[in-house]
């Protein structure tokens, strides 16, 4: 009996739980499908009676969210790639070659992870401003690459530290150089590690709102973040597009995680017991 109890308070406890999480989700689709007067009115929280699909026409034309949408994907997609990339290189020559400054060359990437990115908004600005650098797609994608290697490369390391060097030592028996071991044999053996570092980037840079905002002026190059704010500012007194907007900003990401979630925590588990 007692069992039976236990059992149904944990259940009841879940059962909650699975509704806080669900409800913000809930509350963001039903808003981006009302009117305002059904959402400053008495349906707050209920279905809409009277579904408005148009609130997302709305907002990809209206508030030119397919642009920013394209741009978002752009600058995220060629941030990962960048990020997965040159993780994988610079792993590879801190792990597996034997050079005298390769302990110092990875605290320096470990010192990455203690600057916060907002700490660096004036001096990135001032670096791009120079180089005439601003607004432009490459603009985005350079620094987010950049804040986003130093967490890839330990992601990195716990992965790779375990491949065995008898692996390079073979190939290089058999004729294989520094970089057709690195291409033929480390990467395809690291596949585990793309996905957690790939949607680490993903969260990182489909997320980022302080320098999208201050290094992008233009409309032609602005990402979600920044067009949502700009929405807001341009259609105060229309909501339901803002809503969808914020639907078309946060479902991707959704998304993502639930087709990739079983990888990210078995990928997460490998590292943590290889490291």
Known sequence: ???????????????????VNIFPIYFMFTFSLKSNEEIFGANVLGLPKEWLWSNFTTALNTGNM?????????????????????????????TRIRWRFSKLT??????GLTIPIQASIVPVYVVLS???????????????????????????T???VEIPIALDEAAKIDGCSLYGTFFKIILPLMKPA?????????????NEFMFANV?????????LPVGIKALSGQHTTEW?????????????????????????????????VKG
């Not at 793309?194 to 489909?206: A, E, K, N």
């Open 1 to 19: 009996m007692m069992m039976k109890v236990k059992k149904a308070i944990v259940f009841i406890i879940l059962a909650i739980w699975v509704i």
């Open 66 to 94: 397919a642009l920013y949408f394209f741009n978002s994907i752009l600058v995220t997609v060629a941030a990962i790639f960048i990020s997965i990339f040159a993780a994988m290189m610079a792993t590879y020559a801190i």
């Open 106 to 111: 990875n605290a320096f990437f470990m010192l």
């Open 130 to 156: 120079k180089l005439h650098w601003l607004n432009k797609y490459s603009t985005l994608i350079v620094p987010y690459s950049a804040f986003s290697l130093s967490m890839a490369i330990l992601i990195c």
């Open 158 to 160: 716990g992965f790779m």
């Open 194 to 206: 793309y996905s957690t570092v790939g949607v680490y980037s993903f969260l990182q840079c489909w």
């Open 215 to 223: 290094f992008i002026s233009d409309s032609k190059h602005r990402t």
């Open 240 to 272: 339901g597009p803002i809503g969808a907007a914020l639907v078309i900003a946060t479902f991707p990401t959704l998304i993502t995680y639930i087709f990739l979630s079983r990888k990210i925590q078995a990928s997460f588990i490998a590292g943590a």
